[in-house]
């Protein structure tokens, strides 16, 4: 039996969200990796789209409460979670008033307002690794997927390195063909200044453009290993992520089929047992 703790840090998962290739990504990897043995726990951002009576959704009020300060200003961070059935797989959604709108929103807020995608993205990306502090659960391998988890890898390699639970795990990005139009906001690196990252922790940033492709690039600099997901990744993406250095899963299928779960699942193993014997090597 494998006791070794995933946790899946995602864009979209269904039946939450509609059900489109990245939401559906969003379920059936994690699914399927818990059925391997793996125990397994997933966070999403609570869209104002999404139906808590429906779907069961509750307040974790002894996770909530915390405020998480993002340009000199505090945000509540509001905690909910589901059971995803019938795998009995927790949900965790990361929730707050002034990124997230309330009950019958249409439109994801990340193309409503795209104006707060760099803040929604810092804030949902601090209030997941905080919210795992608290659980006290230390993941073997975060696995990243979407373009608003980009920032974890960044966060957890460098605000978080003296933790001892996290600055064990080994972070995964995905790269996904789902993107946003246009830039994020001017002062986005001057944000992550604020938050206490350096300029050498930002350098794949460069002079200012901040678009889904450095966005991206900057999840591959600081992630651990990095899995294309789909076969219509743009090139250049790709090639940046193979010539990082890093280890790198290509397309392997369709998820939710055996032998693309398999692949994941050899994956995690390989850069497991890479990072050990890099390990015994320094020792």
Not at 15 to 40: A, C, K, W
Not at 133 to 141: A, G, I, Q, Y
Not at 252 to 267: I, L, N, Q, R, S
Request: proline share 6%; with cysteine.
């Amino acid at each position: 039996m494998n006791h070794q703790k995933i946790l899946y840090i995602s864009q979209e998962i269904n039946p939450y969200l509609p059900s489109t290739p990245m939401s559906l990504f969003g379920r059936n990897l994690p699914q399927d990796i818990q059925s391997h043995g793996y125990e397994v726990r997933t966070f999403m951002p609570k869209y104002g789209s999404i139906n808590e009576r429906r779907n069961q959704l509750h307040e974790v009020i002894r996770l909530s409460g915390m405020n998480i300060s993002i340009d000199d200003n505090d945000h509540p961070l509001i905690i909910k979670v589901a059971t995803l059935q019938p795998t009995r797989m927790q949900v965790y959604f990361i929730d707050n008033d002034d990124y997230f709108e309330g009950p019958g929103t249409k439109v994801l807020e990340t193309e409503s307002s795209p104006e707060d995608n760099d803040e929604r993205s810092m804030f949902f990306v601090r209030g997941v690794i905080e919210t795992v502090r608290k659980l006290r659960w230390d993941p073997t391998v975060i696995h990243c997927t979407g373009w608003i988890t980009a920032l974890a890898p960044l966060y957890i390699r460098h605000l978080y390195q003296d933790d001892p639970g996290l600055s064990r795990s080994l972070v995964v990005y995905s790269l996904r063909p789902e993107s946003f139009e246009g830039k994020l906001d001017a002062r986005f690196a001057e944000k992550l200044k604020m938050a206490g990252f350096t300029d050498e922790c930002l350098q794949s940033l460069g002079g200012g453009d901040f678009d889904w492709m450095t966005l991206n690039k900057l999840g591959i600099d600081h992630s651990d290993a990095i899995v294309v997901t789909t076969p219509d990744i743009p090139a250049g993406l790709v090639e940046y992520a193979r010539q990082s250095g890093k280890p790198v899963l290509e397309y392997t299928g369709p998820d939710g089929e055996e032998a693309t779960t398999a692949a994941y699942h050899d994956f995690y193993q390989s850069i497991l047992s890479q990072k050990e014997n890099d390990s015994k090597s320094s020792d």
